[in-house]
């Protein structure tokens, strides 16, 4: 029901934009959180957005470099990422819950991932 696409492989400050499309599910009511996961690291919050729009938050590894946003009317979240660092790679999920999404367990719906890799 949540779709996530965009990721790619992509240089050291370079830009890239993942895309949570959902499917049988309205997201206006949900709010969503974008997660990610390295190669034998655990699951770790990214960002997450209020059902409205109006609250966003980032984990400070992100902070100044990400922008998480949303369409109601396109039933899509968006995750803006840029000057890429090599330690941004990872396979980003995002997800839906009630509330502001800042841990796995807040989540009712997952999308599949999709691997984001910054190298040279």
């Known amino acids: 029901q949540l779709q996530a696409s965009g990721g790619g492989l992509v240089q050291p400050g370079g830009s890239l934009r993942l895309s949570c499309a959902a499917s049988?599910?309205?997201?206006?009511?949900?709010?969503i959180g974008w997660f990610r996961q390295a190669p034998g690291k655990e699951r770790e919050w990214v960002s997450c957005?209020?059902?409205?729009?109006?609250?966003?938050y980032y984990a400070d590894s992100v902070k100044g470099r990400f922008t998480i946003s949303r369409d109601n009317a396109k039933n899509t979240v968006y995750l803006q990422m840029n000057s890429l660092k090599p330690e941004d790679t990872a396979v980003y999920y995002c997800?839906?819950?009630?509330?502001?999404?800042?841990?796995?367990?807040?989540?009712?719906?997952w999308g599949q991932g999709t691997l984001v890799t910054v190298s040279s």
């Open positions: 049988g599910l309205t997201l206006d009511y949900y709010g």
């Open positions: 997800a839906a819950g009630l509330g502001l999404l800042v841990h796995p367990s807040q989540a009712g719906y």
């Open positions: 957005i209020s059902s409205s729009g109006g609250s966003t």
